[in-house]
């Protein structure tokens, strides 16, 4: 997606030769146009996919899957990170160690809002090592709901996360892929679309 492409070398910022820096539109400010746009692009990629609901994870997936539901007209629902005093019962979790933080974490979503005939699109603003998508997945899986496909905003592809949900099968798409971030340059990959 050439507009995401061209956000990032004008707004992000590459901190290691693994890790990009893209607080001023996707991890801490959000520009809701662009955001608007990512959606359109997400829901375009998956419109024949039949998808009954959205998944994410808190926070940073959150306004990219939004734009996505508002596009395809269905319910997103994130998974939360911290316990909640007010999510208790009827718990899907998974255990998702984080790329950026180098902590394991357990993610849980509520049965409640995914049930075995839904089909399930995950989203996520990062493709790193896989283990948020994988988590997200493992959930869909629990409440033998179909994942039928996976979005990423930004993906990693000098890191092992694209082979490892590709190799299961499902359909993924990054709006934008890396393909290296070494000497504080951003190269990318020209977009895979299935
Ligand atoms: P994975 O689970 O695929 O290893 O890593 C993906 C998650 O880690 C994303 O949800 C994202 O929050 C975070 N992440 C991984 N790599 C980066 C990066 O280079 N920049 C930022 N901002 N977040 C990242």
């Given amino acids: 997606m050439d507009l995401l492409k061209e956000k990032i070398v004008a707004e992000g910022k590459v901190l290691s030769d693994t890790v990009l ?30 998808i009954t609901k959205i998944l994410t994870l808190e926070s940073s997936g959150i306004a990219p899957a939004t ?3 508002l596009e395809l007209d269905v319910p997103v629902i994130f998974a939360r990170k911290r316990q909640s005093l007010t999510l208790t019962n009827n718990l899907l979790t998974a255990d998702v160690y984080s790329f950026t933080k180098q902590t394991t974490s357990k993610i849980s979503v509520s049965h409640d809002f995914i049930q075995a005939d839904d089909r399930v699109l995950v989203i996520d603003d990062f493709l790193a090592n896989g283990q948020a998508a994988l988590g997200l997945m493992d959930i869909a899986e629990q409440a033998e709901a ?44 020209e977009e895979v679309r299935q």
């Avoid at 662009?34 to 829901?43: H, L, N, S, Y």
């Fill in 146 to 189: 179909t994942v039928a496909g996976i979005g990423i905003v930004i993906e990693k592809g000098f890191q092992e996360g694209g082979q490892a949900l590709r190799d299961k099968g499902v359909k993924v798409e990054s709006l934008a892929i890396i393909d290296s971030l070494e000497n504080k340059q951003v190269v990318f990959k």
């Fill in 67 to 69: 734009m996505a539901g």
């Fill in 21 to 50: 820096k893209v607080d001023a539109f996707l991890n801490h400010q959000i520009d809701p146009v662009f955001m608007q746009e990512i959606g359109k692009e997400f829901a375009n990629r998956f419109r024949d996919k039949n």
